[in-house]
Structure formats: C-alpha cells, structure tokens
T-cell receptor, first 112, second 109 residues
Framework: DVKVTQSSRYLVKRTGEKVFLECVQD?????MFWYRQDPGLGLRLIYF???????EKGDIPEGYSVSREKKERFSLILESASTNQTSMYLC???????????FGPGTRLLVL | GQSLEQPSEVTAVEGAIVQINCTYQ??????LSWYQQHDGGAPTFLSY????GLEETGRFSSFLSRSDSYGYLLLQELQMKDSASYFC??????????FGAGTRLFVKA
C-alpha cells in the first residue's frame, strides 16, 4: 500500500518562528510536491522537486523554501512564519504516472 | 489563465445518484482527474479521463467532453461514507496539476 506521511498533523507556532514540515514517501517516487489548501481556493502549489537536491517554484513560493536531501524526504520550511501562512499543508508524490498524485494526511498549521 | 469551476456544495439522499460538475478554462491539458477528501483526511485519487467519454470504476464514473470544456463525476447508490469533498483537477503536463476549489457532498439518510 502506497504511503505518504507527514511529520505532524497539527502545529501551532508564533509569528517569526522558523517552521519545518517534513514529508516522507515509501513508493520510490521521483517527484514530490508541497501544496497549501485554503477554503474556496483549492490546492495551490508552493514548490515541487523532481529529483534529489532539485527544486522548482510553484505558484505561491513566497515566504517558503524547500529541501530534498534524500529521494524519499521533502521538507517545507517557513523561514519566518506569518499569520497569513495559517493553512493546511499537503505533501504529494508522483512516479512515472505523473497525472496521479498520492497525498499525505496534511499538516494543519496555525500561526499566532 | 487556467481555472476550474465546480459547485461548492451538493446534497443528495442515500441510495440516490449524484453528479458533480466541473467546467474549466485552459489553453491545453492532458486529462481531467477527480480526487476525494474526507474531513481531516488526505485527498485520494478516484479517476482520470485522458479521452472524451465515460470512465467507470465501480459506483463511480467520470466523464469528459473537451469540446464543451466540461467534465463530471457521477456517484451511484450513494452511501453515507461518500460524504466528502470532491476535487476536479487538470493535468497540464510535466509536473503541473491545477485543482478546483472542491465540492462538498452531503449524503442524507
């Protein structure tokens, strides 16, 4: 059974804190993605990675960075959290069949 | 630009059939997908239409008409467990998928 896991289900952080969200997949997928999900806006792509140490900006990369040091692991970093980054963050991966995305359970982040 | 529109909410009765529509604007795409997301859960892949027409997977079917820029997800023999949000998504190639805002389906007894 394919599996994408995320390090936390819920996080509460203060404005200005550095936040790390981690995602691990066990499907040996090349491609990994970070989305944020907000009511009425659907899923918006923050960053993606198509190989170890490779990353590309998505549609809303401002305020975020990513790291992919190992194939199975993709981290999202909020360098200085702000209240407008309060959201649900979803990690996903794809293999050769790129039109099918496998999602993790999400991390609900609250920035106070 | 590229965008997808779907109704924000749909309500149906257990045992009935419900259709969730998705209209889109895009300059080009490879196919239309549907995902299901239960409250607090991960979106899970349901179906993918690369070609026009109907794709059937058990109680769920998905349809695409490129000429009408339109697709739908059809759920038959509705069950309470089908209460969830449903997202349509355009695969535009490479690493890019554009998601709709989602339709929340309420199934009543």
């Amino acid at each position: 059974d394919v599996k994408v896991t995320q390090s936390s289900r819920y996080l509460v952080k203060r404005t200005g804190e550095k936040v790390f969200l981690e995602c691990v997949q066990d499907m040996d997928h090349e491609n990994m993605f970070w989305y944020r999900q907000d009511p009425g806006l659907g899923l918006r792509l923050i960053y993606f990675s198509y190989d170890v140490k490779m990353k590309e900006k998505g549609d809303i990369p401002e305020g975020y960075s990513v790291s992919r040091e190992k194939k199975e692991r993709f981290s999202l970093i909020l360098e200085s959290a702000s209240t407008n980054q309060t959201s649900m963050y979803l990690c996903a991966s794809t293999g050769q069949v790129r039109e099918t995305q496998y999602f993790g359970p999400g991390t609900r982040l609250l920035v106070l | 630009g590229q965008s997808l529109e779907q109704p924000s909410e749909v309500t149906a009765v257990e045992g009935a059939i419900v259709q969730i529509n998705c209209t889109y604007q895009t300059s080009g795409f490879y196919g239309l997908s549907w995902y299901q997301q239960h409250d607090g859960g991960a979106p899970t892949f349901l179906s993918y239409n690369a070609l026009d027409g109907l794709e059937e997977t058990g109680r769920f079917s998905s349809f695409l008409s490129r000429s009408d820029s339109y697709g739908y997800l059809l759920l038959q023999e509705l069950q309470m467990k089908d209460s969830a949000s449903y997202f349509c998504a355009l695969y535009t190639g490479g690493f890019k998928t554009i998601f709709g805002a989602g339709t929340r389906l309420f199934v009543k007894a």
